[in-house]
């Protein structure tokens, strides 16, 4: 997850979901898992445009 973070943090300029299929995602991992990682680039990119 930090890797993720650090992309959005060096300055990335997006990041690309390809496709989710919840329907057939019953264990929900994958979702969890596609939200968690959404979740860390956006900070990263909030991070580097405040400027630090």
Do not use: Q, W
Request: proline share 2%.
């Amino acid at each position: 997850m930090r890797f993720i973070r650090h992309l959005g943090m060096a300055g990335a300029g997006a990041m690309d979901v390809t496709e989710y299929a919840p329907l057939i995602d019953h264990s929900k991992n994958t979702g969890n898992l596609l939200a968690t990682l959404l979740c860390e680039f956006m900070a990263g990119k909030a991070y580097a445009l405040r400027g630090h």
